[in-house]
Protein backbone atom coordinates (compact mmCIF):
# COMPACT_ATOMS: atom_id res chain seq x y z
CA UNK A 1 0.00 0.00 0.00
CA UNK A 2 2.83 2.36 -0.03
CA UNK A 3 2.52 4.04 -3.01
CA UNK A 4 -1.29 3.02 -3.85
CA UNK A 5 -3.95 6.01 -3.94
CA UNK A 6 -6.00 5.29 -1.63
CA UNK A 7 -8.33 8.16 -1.45
CA UNK A 8 -9.93 9.94 -4.81
CA UNK A 9 -10.45 14.03 -4.29
CA UNK A 10 -12.48 15.96 -6.92
CA UNK A 11 -14.73 19.46 -5.89
CA UNK A 12 -17.98 20.37 -6.69
CA UNK A 13 -19.79 23.16 -6.30
CA UNK A 14 -16.53 24.41 -4.14
CA UNK A 15 -17.06 21.10 -1.76
CA UNK A 16 -14.56 18.65 -1.67
CA UNK A 17 -15.62 15.10 -1.97
CA UNK A 18 -12.56 12.90 -0.81
CA UNK A 19 -13.61 9.28 -2.10
CA UNK A 20 -12.17 6.10 -0.59
CA UNK A 21 -11.16 3.64 -3.44
CA UNK A 22 -10.29 0.57 -1.22
CA UNK A 23 -12.42 -1.63 0.79
CA UNK A 24 -10.85 -2.24 4.14
CA UNK A 25 -9.26 0.18 5.90
CA UNK A 26 -7.23 -0.99 8.71
CA UNK A 27 -3.78 -1.89 10.35
CA UNK A 28 -1.49 0.91 11.51
CA UNK A 29 0.45 1.50 7.70
CA UNK A 30 -3.16 1.76 6.28
CA UNK A 31 -4.36 4.29 8.56
CA UNK A 32 -0.84 6.27 8.61
CA UNK A 33 -1.08 5.82 4.57
CA UNK A 34 -4.51 7.60 4.64
CA UNK A 35 -3.87 9.94 7.29
CA UNK A 36 -1.34 11.26 5.19
CA UNK A 37 -3.13 11.45 1.79
CA UNK A 38 -5.73 13.14 3.84
CA UNK A 39 -3.49 15.27 5.68
CA UNK A 40 -1.46 16.54 2.91
CA UNK A 41 -4.93 17.37 1.14
CA UNK A 42 -6.16 19.56 3.71
CA UNK A 43 -2.57 21.28 4.25
CA UNK A 44 -2.37 22.23 0.26
CA UNK A 45 -5.93 22.76 -0.36
CA UNK A 46 -8.09 24.36 3.22
CA UNK A 47 -11.08 23.18 2.08
CA UNK A 48 -13.98 24.72 3.85
CA UNK A 49 -15.96 21.84 2.90
CA UNK A 50 -15.59 18.36 2.89
CA UNK A 51 -17.83 15.43 1.81
CA UNK A 52 -16.08 11.71 3.11
CA UNK A 53 -17.45 9.31 1.23
CA UNK A 54 -17.54 5.61 2.14
CA UNK A 55 -19.70 4.27 -0.60
CA UNK A 56 -16.29 1.74 -1.72
CA UNK A 57 -15.68 1.00 2.04
CA UNK A 58 -16.94 -2.34 3.94
CA UNK A 59 -14.78 -2.17 6.76
CA UNK A 60 -12.11 0.30 8.66
CA UNK A 61 -10.61 0.09 12.08
CA UNK A 62 -11.34 2.34 14.90
CA UNK A 63 -8.34 4.41 14.15
CA UNK A 64 -10.24 5.93 11.00
CA UNK A 65 -12.50 7.16 13.66
CA UNK A 66 -9.66 9.01 15.51
CA UNK A 67 -8.40 10.57 11.98
CA UNK A 68 -12.26 11.69 10.81
CA UNK A 69 -11.97 13.67 14.25
CA UNK A 70 -8.73 15.05 13.75
CA UNK A 71 -10.18 16.10 10.54
CA UNK A 72 -13.25 17.28 12.22
CA UNK A 73 -11.75 19.79 14.44
CA UNK A 74 -9.28 21.39 11.72
CA UNK A 75 -12.80 22.41 9.67
CA UNK A 76 -14.50 23.45 12.75
CA UNK A 77 -11.21 25.94 13.59
CA UNK A 78 -12.36 26.99 9.56
CA UNK A 79 -15.40 27.54 10.27
CA UNK A 80 -15.90 24.79 7.39
CA UNK A 81 -18.20 21.81 7.31
CA UNK A 82 -17.17 18.15 7.18
CA UNK A 83 -20.13 15.35 6.14
CA UNK A 84 -19.80 11.69 5.37
CA UNK A 85 -21.57 9.78 3.36
CA UNK A 86 -22.33 6.29 1.70
CA UNK A 87 -21.37 4.33 5.21
CA UNK A 88 -22.95 1.47 5.32
CA UNK A 89 -24.88 -0.13 7.96
CA UNK A 90 -22.26 -2.13 10.33
CA UNK A 91 -19.68 1.44 10.04
CA UNK A 92 -22.93 3.38 11.03
CA UNK A 93 -23.35 1.11 14.23
CA UNK A 94 -19.62 2.38 15.41
CA UNK A 95 -20.52 5.89 14.88
CA UNK A 96 -23.23 5.51 16.95
CA UNK A 97 -21.86 3.54 20.17
CA UNK A 98 -19.20 6.26 19.92
CA UNK A 99 -21.46 8.85 20.00
CA UNK A 100 -19.69 10.57 17.08
CA UNK A 101 -22.97 10.23 15.09
CA UNK A 102 -23.91 13.31 17.47
CA UNK A 103 -20.96 15.31 15.71
CA UNK A 104 -20.95 14.29 11.84
CA UNK A 105 -23.84 14.83 9.18
CA UNK A 106 -24.62 11.92 7.28
CA UNK A 107 -25.97 11.41 4.21
CA UNK A 108 -27.26 8.30 1.62
CA UNK A 109 -24.51 9.75 -1.04
CA UNK A 110 -22.25 12.47 -1.98
CA UNK A 111 -23.78 14.09 -4.26
CA UNK A 112 -26.81 14.22 -1.16
CA UNK A 113 -23.80 15.71 0.39
CA UNK A 114 -23.09 18.23 -1.99
CA UNK A 115 -26.22 20.02 -2.41
CA UNK A 116 -27.40 20.50 1.35
CA UNK A 117 -23.68 21.69 2.20
CA UNK A 118 -22.61 23.76 -0.89
Known sequence: MDQEK?????NENGVAIVKFTIPSISGTSGIDHVAAQLRQFMQEASPKKIVIDFSQVKFF??????????????IQEDSGILAISGINPDLNRVF??????????????????VKDIS
Open 6 to 10: VIDIT
Open 61 to 74: SSQMLGLLVDIWKK
Open 96 to 113: KITNLDKIFKFYPDAISA
